[in-house]
C-alpha cells in the first residue's frame, strides 16, 4: 500500500509544470487579446460620427436604463458653422473655431466682421444661441437677421445695441417690407446676455413673423397683406450677422462713443438651427412631393394665448420703445397695423 501510495504521488506531481505551464500560456493569451482588441477600437474621436459618440457611452452595468439619457455624450453635432455659413467681411476677424460648432465675430478700431448663411430661404425659422460682449459695449451693434437683396428689399432684424458698464442692452427688433422699415420695437432683457449664451429665434412663415428670447416669444407681425399691409412674401432671404461700429447713433442716441481701449471687442455664436423652405433654382424645397407636413409645422405656427400672455408680460415690464405709439413721429397718423393688432 506504501509503495503504490508513493507512485500515485509521483505520478500526480508530473502533472504540475504542465498545469503551470497551461496556465502562463492563458494568461498571456487573454492579455494580448485584450490589447489587440484595445487598439482596434481606438479610433481618433473625432472620425467618430455624433450619433456614434451617443451609442457607445452607455449606462455603466447595474445602472437604471431610464437614466441612460443622463450619460449620453451630449455635444452638438460638428462642424454646422463649416457647412451652413460663409464668412464674408472682416479680413481674418470672424473665426469658426471648435471643428465648426462655435464662430466668433471680433470688432477692433480698424474693421468689424460677418458672415452669411449659404442658403436662401422662402420661409423659415431659425434659431441661434449667442453670447453678446461683456463690459463696455457702448457704440458697438451685434446684428443676426433675415434680408434679401436690392433697394426693395425684406428684412427682419434682431439688432442689439451696446452700452456702457452696468447699463442694458438694447434688444432692437425691425421688419423691412419692399424697402421700407420703420417698425422698431425695442426692449430691455430680463437677464445679462453677456454672462452665458442665450437663443434668439425668428420664425418667419405665411401667417406672420414671431420673434422669441429663450422660447419666450417678445412679439409678432401678422400677415396682413388682405388689409393691404405689405408682408414678406415672395423674396428670399439669407440669415446675416455682423459685429460694427455704430458709435454715432447706436448709445443714447450717439452721445456715448466706443472706447476702443476695451477692444478688441467679441460676440460668440453657436447651436446654429434651422427649419426652412430652401429657394434654389427659382424655386423651394417646400414644393416638393418629398417634403412631408410633418416637417412643416413651423409654416403653421401661431402664437397661442399662453404665448400672447408672454408678448404682454414682456411688453408691459421692458419694451422701451413701440413704433405704434410714437405719435410725434408719425404725425399723419400711426401705421395701419397698429390699429389693427
Not at 454646422?80 to 455659413?85: A, M
Not at 440669415?239 to 477692444?263: C, E
Not at 421692458?318 to 413721429?329: A, F, G, I, L, S
Request: hydrophobic share 30%; glycine share 8%; proline share 4%.
Amino acid at each position: 500500500m506504501a509503495i503504490q501510495s508513493r507512485k500515485t504521488t509521483s505520478s500526480r506531481s508530473s502533472y504540475v509544470p504542465l498545469i503551470v505551464f497551461f496556465c502562463i500560456f492563458a494568461v498571456l493569451f487573454l492579455f494580448n487579446l485584450d490589447t489587440f482588441m484595445s487598439r482596434t477600437k481606438s479610433i481618433p474621436r473625432d472620425q467618430i460620427s455624433y450619433h456614434e459618440q451617443k451609442r457607445l457611452v452607455k449606462e455603466p452595468d447595474g445602472g437604471n436604463p431610464e437614466d441612460e439619457q443622463k450619460h449620453l455624450v451630449m455635444e452638438p453635432e460638428g462642424g454646422i458653422f463649416d457647412r451652413e455659413f460663409d464668412i464674408t467681411w472682416g479680413d481674418g476677424r470672424a473665426k469658426i473655431l471648435d471643428k465648426g460648432t462655435l464662430l466668433n465675430l471680433t470688432l477692433d478700431k480698424f474693421s468689424g466682421s460677418g458672415f452669411r448663411s449659404k442658403n436662401e430661404y422662402l420661409f423659415a425659422k431659425i434659431e441661434m444661441q449667442i453670447k453678446l460682449i461683456g463690459g463696455n459695449s457702448a457704440g458697438t451693434v451685434t446684428t443676426y437677421y433675415l434680408s434679401s437683396e436690392g433697394s426693395t428689399h425684406d428684412e427682419i432684424d434682431f439688432e442689439f445695441l451696446g452700452n456702457s458698464s452696468g447699463n442694458p442692452y438694447t434688444l432692437h427688433t425691425n421688419v423691412y417690407c419692399q424697402g421700407k422699415g420703420n417698425r422698431e420695437q425695442q426692449f430691455y432683457l430680463w437677464f445679462d446676455p453677456t454672462i452665458d449664451f442665450h437663443t434668439y429665434s425668428i420664425n418667419w412663415n405665411p401667417l406672420n413673423i414671431i420673434f422669441a428670447v429663450d422660447g419666450t416669444p417678445i412679439r409678432e407681425f401678422k400677415n396682413l397683406e388682405t388689409n393691404g399691409i405689405p408682408f414678406p412674401t415672395n423674396q428670399p432671404m439669407r440669415v446675416y450677422s455682423s459685429l460694427w461700429n455704430a458709435d454715432d447713433w447706436a448709445t443714447q442716441g450717439g452721445r456715448v462713443k466706443t472706447d476702443w481701449t476695451k477692444a478688441p471687442f467679441t460676440a460668440s455664436y453657436r447651436n446654429y438651427t434651422v427649419e426652412a423652405c430652401v429657394w434654389s433654382e427659382g424655386g423651394s424645397s417646400c414644393d416638393s412631393s418629398s417634403s412631408s407636413s410633418a416637417d412643416k409645422l413651423w409654416m403653421s405656427e401661431k402664437i397661442n394665448s399662453t404665448g400672447l400672455e408672454r408678448v404682454k408680460w414682456v411688453q408691459k415690464n421692458h419694451m422701451v420703445y413701440n413704433y405704434c405709439v410714437d405719435k410725434m413721429r408719425f404725425h399723419e397718423g400711426l401705421p395701419p397695423e397698429c390699429k389693427m393688432t
